[in-house]
């Protein structure tokens, strides 16, 4: 609920807009690889937080503390480097040797899953969850409205 009402929502709120609205292909993603944490630290155990592919994307698998890469980190991390440049150069993140990263589609809606060794296309993240929230949303904005008019 937490990382669909702070994340999710907005971003595939925003990918549908910007398929009827704008002049760009939209690509979303879900960083699943979680970080290796010794047993009993905070977080161990829990997924990927908000933000944790940053150091793939950027090659700093080794700045702010964390465990020397593994080979499928690094191999994680020359993956998004390359997605994320083939995306500044040409709009389009996906390039030979790459897993298809399809375009966002509101009528068959699919994101990028990234994992070490598993990265695939696939259905978006607890879409009914984000389909529950937009009609809450939705309805927060017509009550809104409603009371404005008075």
């Known amino acids: ?55 793939y994307v950027f090659r700093q698998l080794t700045e702010h503390g964390r465990h020397a890469p593994t080979p499928k980190h690094e191999a994680l991390s020359e993956m998004m480097r390359t997605y994320w440049t083939s995306f500044a150069k040409t709009g389009d993140p996906n390039g030979t040797g790459l897993p298809k990263w399809p375009a966002y589609d509101d009528a068959a809606p699919q994101m990028l899953h990234i994992e070490a060794g598993s990265t695939k296309a696939g259905p978006l993240v607890n879409e009914n969850g984000l389909k529950i929230l937009d009609a809450y949303f939705a309805s927060r904005r017509a009550n809104e409205g409603a009371s404005v008019a008075h």
């Open 1 to 55: 609920m937490i990382r669909d009402s702070a994340f999710g929502w907005n971003a595939w709120v925003w990918a549908r807009l910007q398929t009827k609205t704008g002049k760009s292909k939209v690509f979303l993603y879900y960083f699943d690889e979680k970080a290796e944490l010794p047993p009993g630290s905070e977080g161990a155990g829990s997924g990927a937080r908000h933000a944790s592919e940053l150091p």
